[in-house]
């Protein structure tokens, strides 16, 4: 299966559009797991495997951030966590990694999100251009996950900017995916919740291309706000923090179940709400 057809078969069987999103921090960890006598690494593989046994039956899509890892230096928990979830369940995992750089280079990213770590979609910095795209965009069972308009503050300053031609830098790079990148259909772009305006205009030129929407949770986005701003064409929308860490004591699984599947069912009420307004 592609990485299109797997998101889509885990939003129909588990009726979720929720990915948690994998960004481990030791130093918010429950006290059994600080003492793991497998150290830093065997701790981190601990926490993550018990947040995806718990969340498993909740979500469509996995997302680990590798830096959380590399900075634990447990890249090798990250291996061992993308090669668990294959094997334990049907949930793709999207490595957020922000890779770009010149052709030679992408390659070797590309090498170490597909081949390295096994993953079934990544997210890319686009704007190095279409060379930098082309070695991900090779792997056509694979998702590539482009930056487009961010949840962070400072995003406007650069995506913001108005070109010559009169667009904004984020919307010329959601000309660009809709159109010349996206040859094989298996192109994604992050667009912020924080941002619903933007959502809005990203959603009215990309049309059904499926939008990953960080910025729920921990950020403070509006899952209705940012539903109808999207409503129109596939959503991913991602939480982390706000799940992983929901409880910092030996019940931490159980908490991020809970707050995962209270996340679910309000956007999926919002879901059904949109869909009764089209009907009306």
Known sequence: MTFVEKLAAGEQRNQSLLCVGLDPTPAKFAPSLVGNPGGTEAAVLEFC????????????AFKPQIAHFAAANALGALQDIIAYIHESTQVPVILDAKRGDIGSTAQ???????????????????????????PFLAH??????????TSNPG????????????ERLYERVAHLAASQWNAEGNVMLVAGATNPAELADIR??????????????A??????????????????INSSR????????????????QVALATKDE??????????????
Do not use: W
Request: net charge negative.
């Open 49 to 60: 495997r018990n947040i995806v046994d718990a969340t498993q039956d909740l979500v469509l």
């Open 108 to 134: 070797m990213y590309a090498d170490e999100a597909f081949a390295v770590y096994q993953a079934d979609a990544v997210t890319i910095n686009p704007y190095l251009g279409t060379d930098s795209l082309e």
């Open 140 to 149: 056509k069972d694979k998702g590539v996950i482009l930056l487009c308009r």
């Open 155 to 166: 995003g406007e300053e650069l995506q913001n900017l108005v070109l010559d031609s009169g």
């Open 204 to 217: 009215g030129i990309v049309g059904e291309m499926t939008l990953l929407i960080p910025g729920v949770g």
């Open 219 to 236: 950020q403070g986005a509006d899952i209705a706000e940012l539903m109808r701003s999207a409503q129109g064409g596939g959503v991913v």
């Open 242 to 257: 706000a799940v992983l860490y929901a409880s910092s004591d030996e019940d931490y699984a159980q908490a991020a179940r």
């Open 267 to 280: 956007i999926n009420r919002e879901l059904y709400a949109i869909a009764n307004d089209l009907r009306a």
